[in-house]
């Protein structure tokens, strides 16, 4: 709409008014769209649901035209069928109907799908409830109807079967049911991961339980079971086992036997850390407790041991020997020996030698032989067999982080005489002896024993030494005894 005036100054104002004007008109149905049976009349007052003017009110359908011109009831299709009425402001307004016109025939199954197993028996026929012509009510022979199956119940797999006839008014029916074959193979094992340990025997038929064919009852023999893998338990590691074989639906059944393989070789040393006085004799063997092969049980020859050491027992410090040997999984096996060397070489005592006094040619006394102290006797070291434990007089402690340390006093030639002379004592008693006694040691009694042998060590070497001192000086007095008595005598004859 358009407003406008003329001003005082004869100028014409003009304003635009813009009016939108809805209407409430509608043509409402029960439904966009209908199923319709072939030969059934159409009612199309029956699909109206409203007629409302502009102004929302109701319109009495004075004007309304339903247009079924498309429409045949008498065969199948889809047609449109249009409505239309004039509202109260003479606004045609109109609307459209689908309707979907199908034969009154059908066929009736029992069930939409079947689920089989492989194996069972599949009559298509015995699905058929009953089948009707166009008119729904006429019954259709169902011998008539026509059967398309492709189930092969030897093949697991998802298939469709279709029914069909044509019915009176030239119309095909069809019906369709979905069969499910299923496989119900199957292969268990009595567990799907082990472990083992090298030198073990594996055999792949003990993990195995049952097999069954696709029928899930006939059972598969264990020669018709395919084995991938072979295990060789001379080898750590992990190996997986698959067992399979072809089921009667051409499918592979398969498990999978997860396999560990451990390596249980081990290098025990008498201690983490040894304290040893410089001087004394260091031998790597005297510290070697144990060592196994790989199935943990098999004694490891020394002879078989690789020992790096760079001890010096001249000078103190601390210095390591790494020992090792190969195991028969074809690992390196290694354990590591510190040695702590302390103090200094102590010089080898001399005794000053005592000096013969020669007596007068006519004397009756002969001359004084100075006695010299008879060095101790060595002794070899005595042969240390793995798997026993070396008993050493030793003081054993236990650190914090969980190593040890052991503290050496003495050479390891004369620990290892001692030791020696200790188990011929004890095999002496042993045979005399009607009851057997327990050879193997632990390391902790090892220890315990070595404290012990070597505080009996000490006190003995404490005895000796002060006895060699007294021998020493009593020797020593008694010559000097002699000495003066000799002079004596000499200035008596010479006085005479």
């Known amino acids: 709409m358009l407003y406008s005036f003329i001003d005082k100054d004869g100028s014409t104002v003009q304003r635009t008014l813009t009016v939108n004007v809805s209407s409430q008109s509608a043509l409402n149905l029960k439904s966009d769209e209908i199923t319709l049976k072939v030969g059934k009349t159409f009612d199309g007052q029956a699909q109206v649901a409203s007629l409302i003017n502009s102004d929302g009110s109701s319109?009495?359908?004075?004007?309304?035209?339903?247009?079924?011109r498309q429409l045949d009831p008498t065969k199948q299709g889809t047609y449109e069928v249009t409505y239309s009425f004039t509202d109260d402001v003479g606004q045609i307004i109109t609307k459209t109907l689908t309707v979907n016109v199908v034969s009154g025939a059908v066929i009736h199954l029992t069930t939409s799908h079947v689920n089989l197993t492989c194996g069972d028996s599949f009559d298509p026929k015995s699905y058929i409830e009953s089948a009707f012509d166009s008119d729904g009510k006429t019954?259709?022979?169902?011998?008539n109807i026509q059967i398309d199956s492709t189930v092969n119940t030897t093949k697991a797999g998802n298939y469709k079967v279709?029914?069909?006839f044509t019915d009176n008014l030239g119309n095909l029916i069809t019906n369709t049911l979905r069969v499910y074959v299923q496989n119900k193979a199957s292969l268990t094992l009595t567990t799907n991961e082990i472990t083992l340990t090298c030198g073990d025997s594996f055999s792949a038929q003990s993990y195995f339980s049952q097999a069954l064919n696709s029928d899930g009852k006939t059972p598969v023999e264990f020669s018709?079971?395919?084995?991938?893998?072979m295990v060789n338990t001379t080898k750590a590691g992990d190996v997986q086992v698959v067992y399979s074989f072809v089921d009667s639906s051409g499918q592979t059944q398969s498990q999978t036997l997860l396999v560990h393989i451990l390596d249980k070789a081990s290098l025990t040393l008498l201690a983490d850390t040894v304290k040893i006085?410089?001087?004394?004799?260091?031998?790597?063997l005297d510290f070697v407790v144990s060592?196994?092969?790989s199935d943990g049980k098999t004694p490891v020859s020394l002879s078989q041991l690789t020992v790096n050491s760079n001890v010096n027992m001249q000078q103190a410090g601390t210095y390591q020997a790494v020992y090792s040997f190969v195991n028969s999984s074809g690992n390196v096996v290694s354990q590591t020996l510190t040695?702590?060397?302390?103090?200094?070489?102590l010089p080898t005592p001399v005794i000053p030698p005592v000096l013969p006094t020669t007596p007068p040619k006519d004397s009756p006394i002969a001359p004084v032989i100075p006695t010299q102290p008879i060095p101790p006797k060595a002794k070899p070291n005595a042969p240390v067999s793995v798997g026993t434990v070396v008993t050493l007089p030793s003081f054993v402690d236990s650190n914090a982080d969980g190593t040890s340390t052991a503290d050496f006093e003495t050479p390891s030639s004369f620990l290892q005489s001692s030791k020696k002379d200790k188990d011929v004592k004890k095999s002496t008693k042993d045979k005399t002896s009607s009851q057997p006694t327990d050879k193997t040691k632990t390391l902790k009694q090892a220890m315990i024993e070595a404290d012990s042998q070597n505080k009996k060590n000490h006190k003995?070497?404490?005895v000796i030494q002060t006895v060699i001192k007294i021998l020493g000086a009593l020797i020593t007095i008694g010559a000097l005894l002699i000495f003066l008595i000799l002079k004596r005598k000499n200035k008596a004859s010479e006085q005479e």
């Open 224 to 229: 018709q079971i395919a084995i991938d893998s």
């Open 291 to 293: 060592a196994l092969d």
């Open 277 to 284: 006085h410089a001087g004394n004799e260091f031998n790597p």
């Open 460 to 462: 003995k070497n404490n």
């Open 139 to 143: 019954p259709f022979d169902v011998n």
């Open 339 to 345: 040695i702590a060397v302390y103090g200094e070489v």
């Open 162 to 164: 279709t029914y069909s």
């Open 59 to 68: 319109n009495d359908g004075a004007t309304l035209k339903i247009d079924t």
